[in-house]
């Protein structure tokens, strides 16, 4: 543990987006927000489609993108994952916030922060 002083407080964030988009979005979020505790990976699952009424199954692949945001940055960080991946959009994912029990951010050198 670093000689900073208190301990800051944070939240995870986790967004459910199109596959395909994941990398694009947390690169943009990383470049913009200057946020580098996320990480993206693909997720696929199934479910029934009771709105027809036929009970037939479907399936549907997704990125999920986790964030590890300080507090005071959680808000400005969740309303840019919603709008960068596509979210304001029907039927494209959803994104949650919650507080986090533990954690840490990655403090990244001014070398690897340029190759990125």
Not at 82 to 97: E, V
């Amino acid at each position: 543990m670093s000689d900073t002083g208190a301990l800051q407080s944070y939240k995870v964030i986790t967004c459910f987006l199109p596959a395909g988009k994941g990398k694009e979005v947390l690169d943009d979020l990383r470049k913009q927000k200057g946020v580098y505790s996320g990480f993206v990976h693909h997720a696929r699952g199934a479910g029934v489609d009771s709105s027809r009424g036929n009970n037939a199954p479907f399936y549907v692949e997704r990125e999920v993108i986790t964030v590890l945001a300080p507090v005071a940055q959680a808000d400005e960080v969740f309303e840019f994952l919603y709008f960068n991946a596509g979210l304001d959009q029907p039927h494209t994912g959803m994104i949650l916030m919650e507080k986090a029990i533990r954690g840490m951010t990655c403090n990244l050198t001014s070398e690897i922060v340029d190759e990125s």
